[in-house]
């Protein structure tokens, strides 16, 4: 199967030139830049004609919650939703039910990635105060990373022993994600505020009581012990402009920035409620900006999701009783396309943000770059294309968003997954299943 993309303009390691794309079954096989297309058999066109051509996006911190949570979401419907915005590849945490804490957890998430997910897919490992002996059993080219609790969060894998927590560092050969929150400073915290607004304090006090000083205490630590072993560390969903000064200096260090923490601010609250609640919480307008101008400066890395998905029913209360997590995969694009627009970045460094440095810090073999011998992944979106979110487009399992009413100015038109056109234009392949990821 030989398949020609020619019109569009290419966006792939900080250039964006006129060109066509040759792809032989799953690779690309040639990069001609220009207006003409190339004179040569295919077997099916894609004409890319005032849209931007652009690597399959990377997500690289994601929730379908499955197994044992699948009421919420999972893997089929997720990777749906996925496939619907651009994102031909994700990598899922593993707060699940089992949590994915064993060899056989792991093994056991990985079939039911092969069986239900429409895209490529891989599966961090979890670590707990008390399995670091299983790392080494680990597969360096199936698994993408460890993730670390060093905050209590949804699915109750907090480490918090500080010897458990320096044997990670210490003996970890892959790369780790910390979700970074100090646990006992937000229990102050929340006592305080139940002590004086009840047991469930408004969603108002939630970035006050997940704070500034509780990411930055816990994040210093992460960085301290990542600089005394010589680890890889990658800070999930940074939300404070303070938790900035940690990054940019060393390639061995870096930070995250989610959807959620770049076009909420803690405004949004009095209109959004609880549909916004996350952990780390969305904190200042002011922190917002430093995160999006950190986009540019090098002190974030890469730009994901953190997609996570609830019943509607589960967001309801305040800051103790509401769930915390959202749905974003679907609409990550063109929210950053957004940010293009609005001249916060440029979309060659979107592609970068998105594409580029989650291969490279994973080492995804053959992914994140339209490159000669690379799998075709390919996301292909349309400029001046206005849509507005409605309930009935979303194919999140939960069936919600907090961007619901929200009109794009950028239409995802084509997902391109190891060749295969798996959404076009609103046709969707349920049939299609991607393939798991390799490392390194």
């Known amino acids: 199967m030989i398949k020609l993309i020619y019109g569009g303009i290419i966006v792939?390691?900080?250039?964006?030139?006129?060109?066509?794309?040759?792809?032989?079954?799953?690779?690309?096989?040639?990069?001609?830049?220009?207006?003409?297309?190339?004179?040569?058999?295919?077997?099916?066109?894609?004409?890319?004609?005032?849209?931007?051509?652009?690597?399959?996006?990377?997500d690289e911190h994601v929730h379908f919650r499955e197994p044992g949570l699948t009421a919420k979401a999972d893997i089929n419907s997720e990777s749906r939703a996925a496939a619907y915005g651009g994102i031909t590849s994700f990598l899922d945490m593993p707060?699940?039910?089992?949590?994915?804490?064993?060899?056989?957890?792991?093994?056991?998430?990985?079939?039911?990635?092969?069986?239900?997910?429409?895209?490529?897919?891989?599966?961090?490992y979890g670590a707990t105060n008390n399995n670091v002996d299983t790392f080494d059993q680990l597969d360096q080219h199936t698994t993408p990373g460890i993730k670390l609790f060093m905050g209590a969060s949804t699915g109750n894998m907090l480490v918090d022993r500080k010897h458990a927590l320096e044997?990670?560092?210490?003996?970890s050969s892959f790369p780790i994600m910390t979700h970074c929150e100090d646990s006992s400073i937000i229990q102050d915290n929340m006592k305080k505020a139940k002590e004086q607004y009840g047991d469930d304090p408004d969603i108002t006090l939630h970035p006050s009581i997940r704070n500034e000083e509780a990411c930055y205490e816990s994040t210093k630590l992460a960085v301290s012990l990542a600089k005394k072993y010589g680890s890889r560390l990658h800070v999930a969903h940074l939300t404070t402009e303070r938790e900035l000064t940690f990054f940019g200096h060393d390639d061995r260090i870096t930070a995250e920035a989610v959807i959620a923490h770049l076009i909420f601010n803690d405004n949004d609250y009095q209109s959004?409620?609880?549909?916004?609640?996350?952990?780390?919480?969305?904190?200042?307008?002011?922190?917002?900006?430093?995160?999006?101008?950190a986009l540019t400066t090098g002190q974030i890395y890469t730009v994901a999701t953190d997609h996570a998905p609830h019943l509607l029913q589960e967001k309801q209360g305040?800051?103790?009783?509401?769930?915390?997590?959202?749905?974003?995969?679907q609409f990550s694009l063109p929210s950053m396309l957004e940010l293009v627009d609005e001249?916060?970045?440029?979309?060659?460094?979107?592609?970068?943000?998105?594409?580029?440095?989650?291969?490279?810090?994973?080492?995804?073999?053959?992914?994140?770059?339209?490159?000669?011998?690379?799998?075709?992944?390919?996301?292909?979106?349309?400029?001046?294309?206005?849509?507005?979110?409605?309930?009935?487009?979303?194919?999140?399992?939960?069936k919600w968003s907090p961007l619901t009413g929200h009109t794009f100015n950028w239409k995802v038109v084509q997902t391109i997954c190891n060749g295969h056109s798996i959404?076009?234009?609103?046709?969707?392949d349920d049939l299609y299943r991607g393939k798991p990821l390799s490392f390194r």
């Open 343 to 398: 001249k916060v970045i440029s979309i060659e460094q979107l592609v970068t943000l998105m594409c580029h440095h989650p291969a490279s810090l994973f080492e995804i073999n053959q992914r994140g770059f339209i490159r000669k011998g690379y799998y075709a992944d390919i996301t292909i979106v349309k400029p001046n294309s206005p849509w507005a979110i409605t309930t009935d487009c979303i194919q999140s399992k939960c």
């Open 167 to 171: 044997q990670i560092f210490e003996r």
């Open 423 to 428: 959404y076009a234009n609103g046709r969707f």
């Open 95 to 124: 707060n699940t039910s089992p949590q994915t804490t064993s060899i056989e957890a792991f093994q056991q998430k990985m079939e039911i990635g092969r069986q239900n997910s429409h895209i490529n897919y891989a599966f961090f």
């Open 12 to 58: 792939n390691e900080d250039r964006a030139f006129l060109g066509s794309i040759l792809i032989h079954n799953n690779q690309i096989t040639d990069i001609i830049e220009g207006s003409h297309a190339p004179c040569v058999p295919y077997d099916e066109a894609v004409d890319a004609t005032g849209c931007f051509v652009l690597p399959g996006i990377i």
């Open 272 to 293: 959004l409620g609880t549909a916004i609640k996350c952990n780390p919480a969305v904190k200042k307008q002011s922190d917002q900006m430093a995160l999006r101008k």
């Open 318 to 329: 305040g800051c103790a009783k509401a769930a915390s997590g959202m749905p974003m995969i």
